[in-house]
C-alpha cells in the first residue's frame, strides 16, 4: 500500500497544530439517548482537546457506556450532535467512527489469541491486502508506532503468550495503528497490577504529550487525581460537573458522583472499638478454632490447565481473610472448590473439622457454609423465579419450610419478609420476579438468604461487583457482621481497596498458587502489587 | 391486596403464558380459516361440522375424550419432564413398549382377578416406559449425550422392537396378525358409558394431573424439579441433587407414557397391536408446549386436540374440507408459540427497514 506508511507522522503533526488552535478535538453536545422511558444520556456535553486525558467517573449506571458507545458509533443519539475538529460529524457506524479516528480499548480485549501481534492489528483491515495481508511492511509499521509511543511489543509473538498488560497494550496499538485520534478506555485499570497500572499511565501520558485526546473511564478517584488533566462527572445520566482535575479533590468527586457523602465500613475502625473494649483478638489467633482448612488442594480444568495448584488456607473464626489477585489466577476456582461446584483433584478441603473433600454441596451448606458467588445471576439466583423462591433455595427441605415434603408455604412468607425487611431488598413484593431488581437489590437477595441461615463459613467472591457505593456499604457491614459474630469469612476480589478494607489476613494468588501472606499490620499496596505480579515479598 | 400502592390496579389479567397459548390457538384457527376459505368453504361452516362431530354428540364427546387419554398422558410426562429441563421427545417409543408389557402381563395374568390383574398391567407398563426413558437418561448424564437424539433414536429402536415381539414370542398363537391374543375381561378398563368406548382411562388421567399439580406446586421434590430445569448451577449452588432430578425427569416421563400405552390396550384395542399409535407421543410434545408445562393446561390442550382430530374426519365428510387440514392447524399453533418470541425482533427488523432510519 504505497502512500499509506508515512500517513502516521505526519497525522499527529496535523493535530498538534490542531492543538494550537481553541476548537477542542471532540465536541459532543446535548447528547440524549433513552431507551423506552428509561433517560441513559441527557443533555450531556463532553468536550476534549487533543493532548488531554479527560477522566469519565461515575457510578455503575450513571451512563458512561451509553456516551461512549454514542461516540463509538454504536448508539444513535435521539438528539445531540458531536463536533470532531469544530466539524458536525454523524456518526452512524463503527466503521465511521474508525475512520473519523476514534478507538476504544474495551474492558474484555477483543484480540484472538491464537494468532501474532500483527495479525490482530491488522484483522480487518482492507490496507494490508484483501487476499494476500503483507504482514511484514504492517510489522515494521508496529514497531515504529511502539517504539514512538514508548510501547514494549513484540508484533511476532503470539497474543496468547502476552500478559494481560501485555495484550491491553496491543488494544492500544491496535487503535493507534488504525489512525486513531481519541482514545477511549474502558476501566483500563480492572485487570491491572497497581505496577502495571503506573506503567499504563506512562503510556498513556506520552501518547497524550504527542497529540492524542485520551477519555478515561473510571470509578477509581486516585487513578484520575493521578492521571487526569480534566474530569467530568455523570450521575444518573447527566453530567454534575465538569472541573480541572488538580482544582478538585477525591473527596469532593466522590461526592458529586454519589451524589451524598458514604463512608465504606473499615475493619480498622472496628479493630479501633474492639481495642477500646479489651484485648485484640488476633493476640489469641493460635488457639481458635479453624471453620475452614484447604490443605495441598489442587483443581484442574478436565483435559486442562492447573487452576488451583497446591493450596494452603486456613480461615479461623472470627476473622476476615481476603484472596488477592489479578483476576483470573484461581481464585474463582479455589472458591468453587471450597463450596463443592468443583472438584478437586488432590489435597483436602475441612469444613469445621470435617473433611469435606469429597462431600456434595449440601454436606457443606449443612456443616454451615454460605456462598456468595461471583456470578448472581448464573449461579446464585434462579431469575424467572420469585424472590420467596430464591429465599428458600438452600433451605427448601429443612423444618419449618417443609414438613414430611409437603411446602409450608406461611413460613417461607415469614422467611422472606424477614429477608426483604432486615436486608433493605427494594421489591414490589415477594412475587416479583428476581430477574427484573436491580443488581444491588439481587444481591441483597443473595446476602440475606446466605446470612438468614447464621453461617460460621461465609466464602464471598467479587460481592460488591456491580454495585454502587450505598450498596457496596452495605455488603460490607454485612461481612464485618459476619465476622464480629464469630463466623469465618474468605473474601476473594480483585478490588484492592476492598481487600484492604476489609481483611485481617491476605493471601495472594498468582497463577494458581498462594504467592504469599500478609498480615494486616505488613501490607503495602506495593508489596501486594508485587505479590500480583507473582513475585514473592 | 396489602402490597404497595400500585398507581393502576389492574382489574384482571390473564397470566401472560395462558394468554400466550390462547393467542397462538386463535391465531392457528384463522389462518385455518383462510385455507378453507381458499377451497372455497364457509370456515365456520366447516369449524362449525368439525366441532358438532368432536364435542356435540354423545358418541363424538366419548371418543374425544378417548383420544384425550394417551395424549394428556403423554403430555403431562412431557411436561414434567420439560420443568426438569429435560427435552424428552421418546415419548412415542416409550409409549409402545408400555403398551406391549401391558398386553404382555394382561395374556399371562389371564385368570386372575381384575383388582390385581389391572394394576399389575399398569405397573408393569409405567416400568417399561420408565425404562426405556432410563436408558436416554443413563446415556445424558454418563456420556452427555443430547435427549432430543437419543429419545427420538430409541423411538425407532422400540417400535421395531415391539414389531419383532408381537411376530415372534407375543404373538397370538391363533391368529395371523402381528398382535397379542385378545385380553380377557378381568384385565379390560371397564367403559364408563354405556354405548360408547369411554374408558375408566380418563378417570387415571384425572388423577394423575391432579398429582402432578400437587407434586409441582406443593411438593418440595417438585420445587427442586422446577428450580434444577430453570438453572441447574443455582440448583447445585443450593445443594440440590441436580443428576438425581434429571433422572426422576426422565422416569417420570417414562412412566407416563407407559401409562398412556397401558390405557390404550387395556381400554381400547384390549390387545396389544402393531399400530398402537398413530403419534400421540409426537402430537403430544405441542400439547405440553400449548399447555405451558402446567397440569390442567396440558389436559386443555389435550382435549383440544383430541376434539381437532375426532371432527376431522366428519369434516371432510360434511365440509369438504380435507381432514388434513387439522394436521396444519397443529403446526401453525406450534408456530405460533414458538413464533411469539419472534414478534419483538420481526418488529425491530422493520423498524430499520422501513422506519425512520438515518
Redesign the interface.
Known amino acids: 500500500m504505497p502512500g499509506t506508511s508515512p500517513a502516521v507522522t505526519a497525522e499527529w503533526s496535523i493535530t498538534i497544530s490542531m492543538n494550537s488552535s481553541s476548537i477542542p478535538l471532540l465536541d459532543m453536545r446535548g447528547i440524549r439517548v433513552t431507551f423506552g422511558s428509561f433517560v441513559a444520556n441527557d443533555a450531556v456535553d463532553l468536550a476534549v482537546a487533543a493532548g488531554e486525558i479527560h477522566a469519565l467517573l461515575g457510578e455503575n449506571g450513571a451512563g458512561k457506556s451509553t456516551l461512549m458507545r454514542v461516540l463509538a458509533g454504536l448508539l444513535v443519539p435521539a438528539a445531540g450532535e458531536i463536533r470532531i475538529d469544530g466539524k458536525i460529524e454523524p456518526i452512524g457506524s463503527a466503521h465511521e467512527a474508525m475512520r473519523l479516528g476514534i478507538g476504544m480499548v474495551h474492558q474484555h480485549f477483543m484480540l484472538v489469541p491464537t494468532l501474532t501481534v500483527a495479525e490482530n492489528v491488522c484483522l480487518g483491515l482492507a490496507s494490508t491486502g484483501r487476499f494476500i495481508p503483507d504482514l511484514k511492511t504492517a510489522a515494521a509499521k508496529i514497531r515504529e508506532l511502539a517504539k514512538t509511543y514508548g510501547l514494549d511489543i513484540d508484533p511476532n509473538a503470539r497474543i496468547a503468550d502476552l500478559s494481560i498488560a501485555g495484550q491491553q497494550r496491543v488494544e492500544i496499538l491496535k487503535a493507534l495503528y488504525r489512525g486513531a485520534r481519541i482514545l477511549i478506555l474502558d476501566e483500563p485499570t480492572a485487570v491491572l497490577t497497581p505496577q502495571e497500572a503506573e506503567g499504563l499511565f506512562r503510556i498513556l501520558r506520552s501518547l497524550a504529550a504527542q497529540g492524542t485526546a485520551i477519555i478515561f473511564i473510571s470509578h477509581k478517584l486516585n487513578e484520575v487525581m493521578a492521571l487526569t488533566s480534566k474530569v467530568t462527572v455523570l450521575r444518573l445520566g447527566k453530567v454534575v460537573a465538569t472541573a480541572v482535575t488538580a482544582e478538585t479533590d477525591a473527596r469532593g468527586l466522590a461526592r458529586m458522583m454519589v451524589g451524598a457523602e458514604i463512608n465504606l465500613p473499615k475493619l480498622e475502625d472496628v479493630l479501633i472499638a474492639e481495642a477500646a473494649n479489651g484485648p485484640l483478638k488476633g493476640e489469641v489467633w493460635a488457639e481458635r478454632d479453624p471453620i475452614l482448612s484447604v490443605t495441598d488442594l489442587i483443581c484442574r480444568n478436565p483435559r486442562g490447565p492447573v487452576r488451583v495448584d497446591r493450596v494452603n488456607l486456613v480461615v479461623k473464626a472470627g476473622e476476615i481473610v481476603g484472596v488477592a489477585g489479578v483476576d483470573g489466577n484461581g481464585q474463582q476456582e479455589l472458591a468453587e472448590a471450597i463450596v463443592g461446584l468443583r472438584s478437586a483433584e488432590s489435597g483436602t478441603i475441612a469444613i469445621e473439622g470435617e473433611d469435606v473433600t469429597r462431600a456434595n454441596v449440601a454436606r457443606r451448606i449443612a456443616l454451615g457454609l454460605a456462598h456468595i458467588p461471583e456470578d448472581r445471576h448464573r449461579t446464585a439466583l434462579v431469575e424467572p423465579m420469585s424472590i420467596r423462591d430464591n429465599a428458600v433455595l438452600e433451605r427448601i427441605g429443612d423444618a419449618p419450610f417443609s414438613k414430611g415434603g409437603w411446602i409450608d408455604r406461611q413460613a417461607i412468607d415469614g422467611l422472606t419478609a424477614a429477608i426483604i425487611r432486615d436486608f433493605d431488598v427494594r421489591a414490589s413484593g415477594p412475587d416479583q420476579p428476581v430477574g427484573t431488581l436491580s443488581g444491588g437489590n439481587q444481591q441483597k437477595v443473595v446476602l440475606g438468604r446466605a446470612l438468614s441461615r447464621d453461617p460460621s463459613l461465609l466464602v464471598a467472591v467479587q460481592p460488591a461487583r456491580g454495585l454502587d457505593v450505598g450498596a457496596t456499604a452495605f455488603v460490607h457491614r454485612q461481612l464485618l457482621a459476619r465476622r464480629a459474630a464469630g463466623a469465618g469469612v474468605l473474601l476473594v476480589s480483585t478490588e484492592l481497596d476492598e481487600i484492604l478494607a476489609l481483611s485481617d489476613r491476605i493471601v495472594v494468588m498468582f497463577k494458581g498458587g498462594i504467592v504469599g501472606e500478609l498480615a494486616r499490620a505488613d501490607v503495602t499496596v506495593e508489596r501486594l502489587g508485587l505479590m500480583m505480579a507473582g513475585r514473592a515479598a | 391486596m396489602s402490597?404497595?400502592e400500585?398507581t393502576r390496579a389492574p382489574r384482571f389479567r390473564l397470566p401472560p403464558a395462558l394468554s400466550g397459548s390462547i393467542a397462538a390457538v386463535i391465531a392457528a384457527f384463522l389462518v385455518g380459516a383462510v385455507l378453507i376459505a381458499a377451497v372455497g368453504v364457509n370456515p365456520l361452516t366447516a369449524y362449525g361440522a368439525l366441532f358438532e362431530a368432536a364435542l356435540g354428540t354423545k358418541n363424538g364427546l366419548a371418543e374425544t375424550l378417548v383420544r384425550t387419554v394417551p395424549l394428556a398422558l403423554c403430555g403431562l410426562g412431557i411436561a414434567l419432564a420439560f420443568r426438569a429441563g429435560v427435552f424428552n421427545v421418546g415419548a412415542e417409543g416409550q409409549l409402545f413398549l408400555g403398551g406391549t408389557a401391558a398386553g404382555a402381563v394382561g395374556v399371562a395374568g389371564a385368570g386372575l382377578p381384575a383388582l390385581v390383574l389391572l394394576p399389575a398391567m399398569a405397573l408393569a407398563a409405567m416400568a417399561a416406559g420408565a425404562l426405556w426413558s432410563g436408558l436416554a437418561a443413563w446415556l445424558k448424564l454418563r456420556f452427555r449425550s443430547d435427549e432430543l437424539i437419543t429419545t427420538i433414536m430409541l423411538n425407532y429402536v422400540a417400535i421395531h422392537l415391539v414389531s419383532f415381539l408381537l411376530h415372534g414370542p407375543l404373538k397370538d398363537p391363533n391368529g395371523a396378525l402381528a398382535q397379542t391374543a385378545r385380553l380377557t375381561a378381568d384385565a379390560r378398563l371397564p367403559v364408563l358409558l354405556g354405548g360408547t368406548r369411554l374408558h375408566a382411562g380418563i378417570l387415571i388421567v384425572l388423577v394423575a394431573v391432579v398429582l402432578a399439580h400437587l407434586f409441582l406446586w406443593?411438593?418440595?421434590?417438585g420445587?427442586?424439579l422446577?428450580?434444577v430445569g430453570?438453572?441447574p448451577?443455582?440448583?447445585?449452588?443450593?445443594?440440590?441433587?441436580v443428576r438425581g432430578t434429571i433422572l426422576f425427569g426422565f422416569l417420570v416421563c417414562g412412566a407416563l407414557a407407559g401409562l398412556a400405552g397401558f390405557a390404550e390396550v387395556a381400554g381400547v384395542q384390549r390387545r396389544m397391536i402393531e399400530n398402537l399409535s398413530p403419534g400421540f407421543g409426537y402430537t403430544a410434545i405441542i400439547v405440553a408446549l400449548l399447555g405451558q408445562t402446567n397440569p390442567f393446561g396440558v389436559l386443555a390442550a389435550a382435549f383440544l386436540f383430541a376434539a381437532l382430530q375426532i371432527g376431522a374426519s366428519t369434516m371432510e365428510s360434511a365440509a369438504g374440507v380435507p381432514s388434513t387440514l387439522t394436521t396444519v392447524i397443529q403446526g401453525l399453533v406450534v408456530l405460533f408459540l414458538i413464533g411469539r418470541a419472534a414478534l419483538p425482533l420481526i418488529r425491530d427488523w422493520f423498524g430499520r427497514r422501513f422506519g425512520g432510519g438515518?
Open positions: 402490597t404497595t400500585l406443593k411438593r418440595t421434590n420445587f427442586r422446577r428450580v430453570l438453572n448451577r443455582a440448583a447445585e449452588n443450593a445443594g440440590m441433587n438515518r
